[in-house]
């Protein structure tokens, strides 16, 4: 089993910048395909971004592209998501996921493994 522990959420302003952190234990998740997604009251669950195991292909949600990078270090089996130039629209809970198998990348229903999630919310 895979058990992943998100962290680096909190309240920032507008414009401001987080690092959110996915640290993975049970079983080392370097060949897993890693993926941030999030959840707004009201909202469906969304995936924000999501990295293939050597980091060889990403997705992005066209909602964050260009402020958010996502990353991976498979020696500390430990995922990243840099959120930079932050909007209100941006708040939610985030989660961290992770996958052996994902085809879809976007999709929430290929992963197997979920964090509890991390608060992110952004004040205008």
């Known amino acids: 089993q895979v058990q992943l522990i998100e962290s680096g959420g909190g309240l920032v302003q507008a414009g401001g910048s987080l690092r959110l952190s996915c640290a993975a234990s049970?079983?080392?998740?370097?060949?897993?395909?890693m993926g941030w997604f999030r959840q707004a009251p009201g909202k469906e669950r969304e995936c924000v971004a999501a990295?293939?195991?050597?980091?060889?292909?990403?997705y992005y949600a066209d909602s964050v592209k260009g402020r958010f990078t996502i990353s991976r270090d498979n020696v500390k089996n430990t995922a990243f998501l840099q959120m930079n130039s932050l909007k209100p629209e941006d708040t939610a809970v985030y989660y961290c996921?992770?996958?052996?198998?994902?085809?879809?990348?976007?999709?929430?229903?290929?992963?197997?493994?979920w964090g509890q999630g991390t608060q992110v919310t952004v004040s205008s």
């Open positions: 996921a992770a996958d052996p198998w994902v085809l879809r990348l976007w999709v929430s229903s290929e992963y197997d493994y």
């Open positions: 049970g079983r080392t998740v370097s060949n897993y395909v």
């Open positions: 990295i293939t195991w050597r980091g060889s292909s990403t």
